[in-house]
């Protein structure tokens, strides 16, 4: 079973920073695919970034040139760097882990909440 723990959100104000950091249990190159969703209050869980074993970015058209997904895979690690955030990025973000033949792995979840 992979754990995934996730870290770095909070309050900000629009226009702000924060970097979320996603700590799995298991090697990051052993996954297909690593990244985020989000969920608002009364929404669908949407993919947010995700990067594969290939290197290969995408990004929700919302996101695209304010988010920059990366990872650390000495660390274990996922981030999410979050520039120039507004109030409807508001949201419980998670990280995800995937492998082949596997169910995805998720995170609990870290709260980011942007005032205007």
């Known amino acids: 079973q992979v754990q995934l723990v996730e870290s770095g959100g909070g309050l900000v104000q629009a226009g702000g920073s924060l970097r979320l950091s996603c700590l799995v249990s298991r090697s990051i190159a052993s996954a297909n695919t690593v990244g985020w969703y ?5 929404k669908q869980r949407e993919l947010v970034a995700s990067i594969t074993r290939a290197v290969i970015t995408n990004y929700e058209d919302s996101v695209k040139g304010r988010f920059t997904i990366s990872t650390d895979n000495a660390k274990n690690t996922v981030y999410l760097q979050m520039n120039s955030l507004k109030p409807e990025d508001t ?24 005032s205007s």
Request: hydrophobic fraction near 30%; charge should be positive.
């Open 91 to 114: 949201a419980v973000y998670y990280c995800y882990f995937k492998r082949d033949y596997y169910l995805p792995s998720w995170g609990q979840g870290t709260q980011v909440t942007v």
């Open 38 to 42: 989000r969920q608002a209050p009364g």
